[in-house]
């Protein structure tokens, strides 16, 4: 997903330019911030952990976002469903083996 700041600048998740979810993919999604050493289903680990050029990766898809009910399924979230704008959403929403 492709974040765009707030006209103050600021990047929560709340916000977005023009104030509604405008959703964009890359895929595939790279990651080198490889949280746990074991990636989940949805990542594939390449060249190894925390290792010089080593990262995680994901396919992700136009149909994991639903625009009607501004909910996500991506691996981003490791599968879980993500609503734009849920004031409960937190971290630990998606990353639950932090």
């Not at 600021?10 to 104030?19: C, E, K, Q, W």
């Not at 501004?70 to 691996?75: E, F, I, Q, Y």
Request: charged share 10%; aromatic share 8%; with cysteine.
């Amino acid at each position: 997903m492709l974040w765009v700041s707030a006209p103050d600048g600021t990047v929560d998740g709340a916000h977005n330019v023009n104030g509604a979810a405008n959703v964009a993919f890359i895929s595939p999604m790279r990651s080198k911030a490889q949280l746990v050493n074991t990636p989940t289903p949805t990542w594939t680990r390449n060249v190894g952990y925390k290792v010089a050029g080593g990262y995680d990766s994901a396919t992700l898809n136009a149909a994991d976002w639903n625009n009607g009910t501004k909910t996500c399924v991506t691996a981003c979230h490791n599968s879980e469903p993500v609503t734009w704008g849920d004031p409960n959403v937190t971290c630990y929403s998606c990353h639950k083996g932090l």
